[in-house]
């Protein structure tokens, strides 16, 4: 379980992330909102990029704000970007290994563990295959790779179907619902799809210009009459 | 129950096709092992009875600017860090190899580690800014660093005589009478000593690739992929940019050692400003991604002076003007450098040669 309590980020004179209390409960949550909502900004406070101004993070009864950020990978936070960063130069194992060797897990099981995070998401490609030659479905497919690798407690998905047509987005989303259940993480996933949302995510939360504005069931909050104003605007907006 | 177990054989399955990729993999690897090794054997054993004393050491330079290309490349290549000041670096080793071998009596392979260890030291501080500054402002920073090596070095009429470490001689620079730095006792002649340093380049050579296929590398990757995504994955950025630096100074400090004994009195002329950035410009054309663009760039640097100047009798300024060209060829049209262009272009040659011949051919037949 990850609580957020109070949480504000300030950057000169805006407030991206305005007094915020949120609890994700485990398995997939949902993370929604309009663009400039707050929600990578909120990623980034999770990674350790961005400090906030009040407010505690407790996840699984850790403080995870008092880490230092490449720390936070050891203790088991992963995350993904909007802008897809698997290294090109290097090939699918090594993308994996790479996230392997910093987080803290033993190196006699680095060959398995690999491979069998490889195998997981279901990637075509051989590990030995460059992702600079790979395409965008498989691409995204090794960063949820790299995301699951040893043992990880809180992987945070930023946009991961972002560029992929819809049935790609569909194998992606099976995917993703399962690794609460395989490896015993809580995923939260921020997407504009929501369809994708909908499939993947038990609970959802909303952030609307950097205030919370609706969190539960995902089917409950995606009816919410606020959730509707904030994507598709009141009349008098149009 | 029978979906269960059907999962389980697929799994079993793809991990099986897995290993057997990764196996395949391994014997590509121990092939090009034993080609690399023919091809070190040949360079080691046969080049000298072939060539001139002359040739010989050139191929000796190239063997060093080689190494000094290598570290190059695993600064920008692998992380991302441009440094302009590598062939300062390179005189530093030279300095300190030199200064060591006439204050001390270590044993040649430990005097090039020592020099390789306290160069390593100093580039990891001139490495330092790396942590804060990127692009122009850290090419600039290395740039500065190379000017300033240069005049120290003209200042203090490097490498000077005198014995001790920081001795001078009495006429106040190095004299005819100063005897050479030294070589190690199983390699004084020319020939010998040119096997040394080649073996010794095949070690750096090594070294790098270990760095390069193992963790280092991969965080290196990642770092010159994105920062920030590197961090998210628990790399420890301050650690591997320094170890990079220190890793590339090391291996430029051990050139530089080896350069001081190969040229015996080493002059402070021998290093200008601008060979810093002629090696940066060799390693883009020959190849910052492969060890094989590293042995590209050492020849452009040291080989192709030798047979204009000393061969053909034209002057090597000119090659200022092809290596732009070559760079600009290369940053346009092939970022990997010639190393990886060349093979490309001649299997396209060799497909368009077939196809040609083989119309004609079809011609032939349809005639008669």
Not at chain 2, 134 to 139: K, T
Request: include cysteine; proline fraction near 4%; glycine fraction near 12%.
């Amino acid at each position: 379980m990850i609580e957020v309590r109070d949480l504000t980020v300030r950057f000169a004179g805006v407030t991206p992330i305005d007094d915020v209390s949120i609890v994700f409960p485990g398995g997939t949550c949902g993370l929604i909102g309009p663009n400039g909502a707050g929600k990578t900004t909120f990623f980034n406070v999770l990674s350790g990029f961005v400090k906030p101004a009040a407010g505690s993070i407790t996840a699984f009864g850790e403080d995870i704000l008092r880490m230092a950020d490449f720390r936070r990978a050891r203790w088991g936070l992963r995350r993904t970007f909007q802008t897809e960063m698997a290294i090109e130069k290097l090939s699918v194992y090594d993308n994996v290994a790479m996230i392997h060797e910093h987080s803290g897990a033993k190196r006699a099981t680095r060959r398995a563990d690999v491979l069998s995070a490889i195998e997981f998401v279901g990637l075509e490609a051989g590990p030995k295959a460059r992702v600079g030659e790979l395409g965008a479905r498989e691409r995204r497919l090794v960063e949820v790779a790299r995301a699951v690798v040893g043992s990880p407690r809180v992987v945070l998905l930023d946009e991961p179907a972002a560029g992929l047509p819809d049935e790609e987005t569909g194998r992606l989303g099976e995917v993703i619902h399962r690794i609460p259940g395989q490896f015993g993480a809580l995923v939260i996933l921020v997407d504009h799809d929501m369809s994708l949302v909908s499939a993947c995510c038990e609970t959802t939360a909303v952030l609307d210009f950097g205030k919370l504005i609706a969190s539960g069931p995902t089917a409950e909050v995606l009816r919410n009459e606020h959730v509707m104003r904030a994507y598709l605007g009141t009349e008098e907006d149009l | 129950m029978t979906g269960d177990k059907v999962s389980v054989e697929g799994a079993r399955s793809g991990r099986a096709e897995m290993a057997r990729a990764v196996q395949n993999v391994d014997r590509g690897f121990a092939v090009r092992g034993a080609i690399i090794a023919g091809l070190l054997a040949f360079v080691v054993l046969a080049v000298p009875t072939l060539v001139g004393a002359d040739w010989l050491t050139t191929f000796a330079s190239v063997s060093i600017y080689a190494i000094v290309a290598a570290s190059f490349g695993i600064l920008y290549g692998r992380v991302g860090m441009i440094s302009l000041g590598q062939v300062a670096l390179l005189s530093v080793g030279c300095w300190i190899g030199t200064r060591l071998a006439y204050a001390t009596s270590l044993p040649f392979p430990v005097l090039l580690l020592v020099t390789g260890v306290i160069t390593g030291v100093i580039g990891t501080l001139v490495g330092l800014p790396s942590l804060r500054l990127s692009g122009l402002y850290l090419a600039l920073i290395t740039l500065m660093f190379a000017g300033a090596t240069t005049v120290v070095l003209s200042v203090t009429d490097f490498p000077d005589g005198g014995h001790g470490f920081t001795g001078r001689s009495a006429t106040g620079a190095l004299t005819t009478s100063t005897p050479p730095v030294r070589r190690p006792s199983m390699a004084v002649g020319d020939t010998a000593f040119y096997r040394y340093i080649v073996i010794v380049t095949a070690v750096m050579f090594l070294l790098a690739l270990l760095h390069v296929s193992g963790k280092p590398g991969r965080a290196w990757a990642a770092i010159r992929e994105s920062e920030p995504a590197a961090l998210a994955a628990g790399v420890n950025i301050t650690l591997y940019k320094m170890w990079a630096f220190a890793l590339a100074s090391f291996m430029t400090g051990v050139a530089g050692c080896l350069l001081a004994a190969q040229v015996g009195v080493p002059r402070a002329i021998t290093f200008q400003t601008q060979d810093s950035l002629t090696l940066a410009a060799t390693s883009l054309i020959g190849g910052i991604y492969s060890i094989w663009g590293a042995v590209l760039a050492g020849i452009f640097n040291q080989l192709l002076p030798f047979i204009f100047q000393a061969q053909w009798g034209v002057n090597s300024n000119f090659l200022l003007i092809i290596f732009g060209v070559g760079l600009l060829q290369v940053l346009l049209t092939a970022p990997g450098g010639l190393i990886e262009q060349f093979p490309r272009d001649m299997a396209n040659l060799a497909r368009l040669l077939f196809r040609s011949v083989r119309r004609l051919a079809g011609g032939r037949q349809s005639a008669s």
